[in-house]
């Protein structure tokens, strides 16, 4: 058998490198294909571990821009040339981009002995801080791409249970949750009592909720010395910057840090990992969250869906109220130095319980892959 694993974005990859090993346990002859252009660095790649072959691709440098979805259309087509030459048993394509939807099921049409899966790994243009704006023909046309053309596919899976909401299928789609191969990291805190650390992790781009991030800040820094670090690079992180800084939090900036080691270093120091979008955008999980999962660092947790519901029914931290945020920053306070703790064997449970390796493989051999 041979399998096709399709993914334009190099930021899906935790999921491919782990759809490989699955597909390749079962003795399955696996071909990765992705993009020669990297979302998360924006710009071009000679290579990408696990990644077998690069399609060549049109570069874009902004997230929301006409040159990003003219680079999806490009990929899409190329990709299901490719398939062609490939002829495999079974495609596996990551969506977005939703242009792949499009081609790949016309590709089905044409080899309907092909097996087609769809993994939607996030919801376009839902995602994006576009509300004012969804009606725009050029959203409408790019969300049609995608739920058009979805239920041809033999099998249609989506990273949390908030996409099934946003997708409103007619038919059972499987929820298969974001997952890594990582084991949860040894938890050697180093809190001290005087402060409130906060640490921000990712990529600061503009579905990060900067003005809530502040106004959260600002609450603490009113009754406690707060230090906030941040691990990451992103177009908005010199606005991010500037606003931690007017509060008066201590900013701390680690770059991006690649080493899991390294990352836990900074857990261990920090109280809190922060998990804020904007309000209306569609995220029910975060690959940041997993981050803090593995290192054991609760959550200040803004997203709705899934998220909401794991911190509220697990105690993983506190979801974020923004009426009340006087309220919030007096618990963190004052809170338990045990419940606190707690907290952070909470965080490893649950990754293991949900999104681990382990988890990962048991949910695609229940749906008959």
Not at 139 to 164: G, H, I, M, S, Y
Request: charged share 30%; with cysteine.
């Amino acid at each position: 058998m041979k399998v096709a694993i399709v993914c334009f974005n190099d930021t899906f990859f935790d999921r491919v490198r782990l759809l490989k090993k699955y597909y390749q346990s079962k003795g399955y002859e696996v071909t990765v294909i992705s993009s020669d252009f990297s979302h998360r660095k924006k710009k071009k790649i000679a290579s990408l571990k696990d990644a077998d072959t690069l399609i060549k691709t049109p570069p874009y440098y902004k997230n929301l821009s006409l040159r990003r979805l003219y680079s999806h259309l490009r990929f899409s087509k190329r990709a299901e040339k490719l398939m062609q030459k490939l002829q495999p048993d079974i495609i596996h394509s990551m969506v977005p981009a939703n242009s792949l939807c499009k081609t790949m099921v016309q590709y089905k049409n044409d080899h309907p002995e092909t097996k087609l899966y769809f993994d939607v790994n996030d919801l376009w243009p839902e995602a994006l801080p576009i509300r004012n704006f969804e009606w725009l023909p050029v959203f409408t046309a790019w969300k049609r791409l995608r739920d058009k053309n979805l239920p041809a596919a033999d099998q249609v899976f989506v990273e949390c249970e908030l996409f099934l909401e946003g997708l409103k299928p007619d038919r059972e789609y499987t929820v298969l949750h974001f997952a890594r191969s990582q084991r949860p990291m040894p938890i050697h805190t180093r809190l001290n009592p005087e402060t409130v650390d906060l640490v921000y992790l990712g990529s600061i781009n503009n579905i990060i909720d900067i003005n809530l991030i502040r106004n959260i800040t600002k609450a603490i820094v009113k009754i406690k010395p707060t230090r906030f670090h941040i691990i990451g690079e992103g177009e908005t992180k010199a606005r991010l910057i500037s606003e931690l800084n007017d509060t008066g939090a201590q900013v701390i900036d680690h770059g991006i840090l690649f080493d899991p080691e390294e990352k836990q270093k900074v857990f261990d120091q920090c109280d809190y990992g922060l998990n804020i979008v904007k309000p209306n955008v569609m995220v029910g999980l975060t690959m940041k969250s997993l981050d803090y999962m593995i290192g054991g660092l609760p959550m200040l947790n803004s997203i709705g869906g899934d998220t909401e519901k794991l911190v509220r029914e697990y105690d993983l931290g506190f979801n974020v109220d923004r009426s009340h945020l006087e309220d919030l920053a007096r618990e963190i306070c004052e809170e338990n130095p045990e419940k606190a703790f707690s907290r952070r064997y909470n965080m490893q449970k649950v990754y293991m319980d949900f999104f681990s390796e382990e988890t990962f493989f048991n949910t695609l051999d229940e749906a008959g892959l």
